[in-house]
């Protein structure tokens, strides 16, 4: 048992801890969050020096290769950001920052650990750390909203948790091991179609696992909590909660259910279909921004998908490249929300009318975000895009990829028309809209990642060649 | 043959009292009837020759969780309304049972692995090494700990003002 291989986890759980702590003896309550970035960063590092590493701890239950490592940098690079950008909106909660600061830490240590674990009851706890954590961060503020969004992510995520249980107890019942390469043993050997019940349990683990990228039809529970939830919580679940439930199912599919796979790529074809074309139409009449990126991180849910259903090596580096990509869209998108809607106290789209000329910077960020989200060159998005359809191409899911480019078509008129307002509409006050230096370093990296890896997408495609290989040689 | 009777009354007093759980008015009695789901439950355990589960079940959902969601109703009020019945009844009934149409067509048309003869040692010493020894469940252990961690803190932020 190598205990090297847990220090990412281990140190960040540390922080979460001396953050709780010295929220007990400081008095300047700012310090905290910054002390939270530095213990992001030192978990980056002790990740970054596992990198090359192929090895398993805790009698196989662990996992750590560059298929962890690529996941683990990837959510602490959205937790570091979101711990940034929550510095100055944190005064709405004053008295449970520290609190706030030590969840979102909790949150990515079980995110981090959903990538790398492979045992079906660690995978389990490692959700549950997740959505305990996500549900109070939801309903931090205690208004009638936020409350609202926490109570009903708590009580879909409890459902979506007992049908994920229920097809992990058929699971194991079947095979008699909870190791993921034990089950595939277990499956290339016995046959998946002679048993009904495995075959049901497979579909409740795509139900459960659904439920947490958000895909139709176990999509109700994103506006209503995108909505309430604290921005800064609203970007991290619509990024990083989505990023852990793909990784999980990468790892699971790819690695426990393989030799079954001709009987479940066809489910998440069809899934994919759905989803992205259900989440875009719905997206085309939401008059609150922060509704209409959860239907749209409902239909990008959908393009990712594509990936699942492809099933190559090629196609799920694609899904690790699209998933970073639009982390960093989506990220830019909210931090923008943020500091805009700090300032003017609304969401909706109306209200952002000639935003250009009270908060350009604000302004052109968001648009540049949108059109990423659109899927135009020279953005992160369309390089993401190009590759998940050609990975689909590839794989013989022609149909599906032509859906796909028939529903970007259509999401941009709705991501365009915020654009259109902000520029050409009039603005309602003279008043300028300014913001924390946090939220500007925040934007700053994230508009400059979408335009690196609009140009140069490369480097961070081989990285997740390199991560996909892991499943799939 | 003893053990196949004791299995039937366990199992038809346990779907009962779970279906009398949904279908009571009175938010008490349906947590009595919870409380009386647990034990049933507990009993099927002790067939199955788990005895640990069996004593586990017993000691938290009957003890524990019975009392917390009995302490938690008697501290509101209008329990005896229950939940006012919605709109979505119909389609919620439709969906149940399709659902359990497909899993009994299921898990009545699988072979399952079944063990000859019916283990007589007692459980726990091997639930204790399957959860603390270095290849066995130790890592779900202890992400369990960072979850009591995480729930404790939440716990804390929703109940104190703010």
Request: hydrophobic content about 60%; overall charge neutral.
């Amino acid at each position: 048992m190598d205990l090297y291989l847990l220090s990412p986890e281990i140190s960040l759980l540390a922080t979460a801890l001396a953050v709780i702590l010295l929220d007990l003896f400081v008095k300047e309550k700012w310090i905290l969050g910054w002390v939270s970035v530095t213990g992001v960063i030192v978990s980056a590092i002790f990740a970054l020096s596992l990198w090359g590493r192929v090895e398993t701890s805790f009698g196989g239950a662990l996992a750590v290769d560059q298929f962890s490592i690529f996941f683990s940098l990837l959510f602490l690079g959205i937790a570091a950001l979101i711990l940034i950008s929550s510095t100055e909106y944190s005064r709405k909660f004053a008295a449970f920052r520290a609190e706030y600061y030590a969840l979102v830490l909790l949150a990515t240590t079980g995110m981090m650990l959903l990538a790398s674990t492979r045992e079906l009851i660690s995978i389990f706890v490692a959700l549950e750390l997740t959505g305990i954590s996500l549900y109070v961060l939801a309903g931090f503020l205690k208004d009638a909203k936020s409350s609202e969004a926490g109570l009903k992510y708590l009580l879909l995520g409890a459902v979506a948790s007992a049908v994920l249980l229920y097809g992990m107890a058929l699971v194991y019942g079947l095979t008699g091991t909870t190791y993921l390469d034990e089950i595939a043993a277990a499956i290339s050997s016995q046959g998946i179609l002679g048993s009904p019940a495995l075959l049901m349990g497979i579909v409740l683990l795509v139900a459960g696992f659904g439920f947490k990228i958000a895909a139709v039809p176990f999509q109700m529970w994103v506006p209503d909590v995108y909505e309430g939830a604290p921005t800064p919580v609203t970007a991290y679940l619509s990024v990083a909660s989505k990023a852990a439930g793909f990784a999980v199912i990468l790892r699971i599919f790819y690695e426990a259910l393989g030799p079954a796979s001709l009987d479940w790529g066809m489910i998440f074809a069809v899934l994919a279909a759905i989803t992205m074309t259900i989440g875009n139409i719905v997206a085309l009449t939401q008059k609150n921004i922060k509704r209409m990126l959860a239907y749209s991180s409902i239909a990008q849910a959908g393009y990712i998908m594509i990936g699942l259903a492809a099933f190559t090596a090629e196609a799920s580096s694609a899904i690790m490249f699209f998933l970073a990509c639009y982390a960093l869209t989506n990220l830019g998108a909210f931090i923008a929300i943020i500091a805009i809607s700090n300032k003017i106290n609304s969401d909706e789209i109306a209200d952002y009318s000639g935003m250009v000329r009270r908060a350009p910077l604000f302004a052109l960020a968001l648009a540049l975000c949108l059109i990423s989200l659109t899927g135009i060159p020279p953005t992160a998005g369309f390089m993401a895009k190009i590759y998940i359809f050609s990975a689909g191409v590839n794989a013989d899911l022609l149909w599906l990829v032509i859906i796909a480019v028939i529903n970007s078509v259509i999401s941009a008129y709705y991501y365009l028309r915020v654009v259109r307002v902000m520029f050409l509409g009039e603005p309602l006050s003279e008043e300028r809209v300014h913001a924390s230096s946090g939220l500007r370093i925040a934007l700053a990296i994230t508009c400059l990642g979408v335009l690196l890896l609009g140009i140069y997408p490369w480097i961070l495609m081989k990285y997740s060649e390199i991560a996909a290989i892991t499943f799939l040689p | 043959m003893g053990m196949d009777i004791a299995f039937w009354i366990l199992a038809v007093v346990s779907v009962a009292s779970a279906l009398a759980v949904v279908l009571t008015r009175d938010l008490f009695r349906a947590a009595l009837f919870l409380v009386l789901c647990f034990f049933t439950v507990a009993g099927i355990y002790a067939t199955l020759s788990a005895d640990f589960l069996a004593g586990a079940q017993v000691l938290i959902y009957v003890g524990a969780i019975g009392v917390f969601i009995i302490f938690a109703i008697m501290l509101t009020r209008d329990s005896r309304q229950g939940s006012p019945s919605g709109r979505l009844r119909l389609p919620a009934l439709f969906i149940g049972f399709l659902f359990l149409a497909t899993m009994i067509f299921a898990l009545v048309n699988t072979d399952w692995n079944v063990v000859a003869e019916v283990p007589t040692e007692s459980t726990t010493s091997a639930i204790a090494h399957a959860i603390f020894s270095e290849d066995g469940f130790v890592l779900a252990f202890e992400i369990a700990a960072a979850l009591m961690l995480a729930a404790i803190i939440g716990a804390i932020v929703l109940v104190r003002d703010k």
